[in-house]
T-cell receptor, first 112, second 112 residues
Framework: AQSVTQPDIHITVSEGASLELRCNYS??????LFWYVQSPGQGLQLLLK??????LVQGIKGFEAEFKRSQSSFNLRKPSVHWSDAAEYFC??????????FGTGTSLTVIP | SAVISQKPSRDICQRGTSLTIQCQVD?????MFWYRQQPGQSLTLIAT?????????ESGFVIDKFPISRPNLTFSTLTVSNMSPEDSSIYLC?????????FGSGTRLTVV
């Protein structure tokens, strides 16, 4: 069965430090992969997505993610975190059947 | 990508009453999705709504509790019926366009 795992429930980083949020998926075929961000009281905003091609994907707000098939991973990275990046981050997988699976989310706290 | 207007953004409702949530999309879309996000949880798909046919519900969700309308290609409603405190969640609609998923800003429902 398809699934998405975000092993880190909560991460705290200092402003200006680098960030990596982990995501592992389980899916038999090549998945469509997404990262969404949800700020407090807000809806979901798409950060980036991977369908095919270059395995390093650039997104909005300075985020990037790398698809590693051998590790079934799609980790999200940012070189320098800003206080406004504090939010909940969700990794998601979409299958060819238009089924959409979300991870349980990683809550990011940014300290000054 | 599509722009979704979802309303109400939040509501506080009495136990036993019903609330209808509306989603308006600025372009025609074939499939619309309704999700629930319980406190501290990830998103769970409630149902998929196609215009002109009955919605398809996921395991654990039934039409009597969550009736859905899809009168045209730009609009859908989700009703949360006979509410109990366990229905307190964020409800989001979503559309898919070329494997990109866009979400509404969500409806934060509190049942007292």
């Amino acid at each position: 069965a398809q699934s998405v795992t975000q092993p880190d429930i909560h991460i705290t980083v200092s402003e200006g430090a680098s960030l990596e949020l982990r995501c592992n998926y389980s899916y038999g075929a090549t998945p469509y992969l997404f990262w969404y961000v949800q700020s407090p009281g807000q809806g979901l905003q798409l950060l980036l997505k991977y369908f095919s091609g270059d395995t390093l994907v650039q997104g909005i707000k300075g985020f990037e993610a790398e698809f590693k098939r051998s590790q079934s991973s799609f980790n999200l990275r940012k070189p320098s975190v800003h206080w406004s990046d504090a939010a909940e981050y969700f990794c998601a997988v979409a299958t060819t059947g238009n089924q959409f699976y979300f991870g349980t989310g990683t809550s990011l706290t940014v300290i000054p | 990508s599509a722009v979704i207007s979802q309303k109400p953004s939040r509501d506080i409702c009495q136990r036993g009453t019903s609330l209808t949530i509306q989603c308006q999309v600025d372009s025609q879309v074939t499939m619309m999705f309704w999700y629930r996000q319980q406190p501290g949880q990830s998103l769970t798909l409630i149902a998929t709504a196609n215009q002109g046919s009955e919605a398809t519900y996921e395991s654990g969700f039934v039409i009597d509790k969550f009736p859905i309308s899809r009168p045209n290609l730009t609009f859908s409603t989700l009703t949360v019926s006979n509410m109990s405190p366990e229905d307190s969640s964020i409800y989001l609609c979503s559309v898919e366009q070329g494997h990109g998923y866009t979400f509404g800003s969500g409806t934060r429902l509190t049942v007292v």
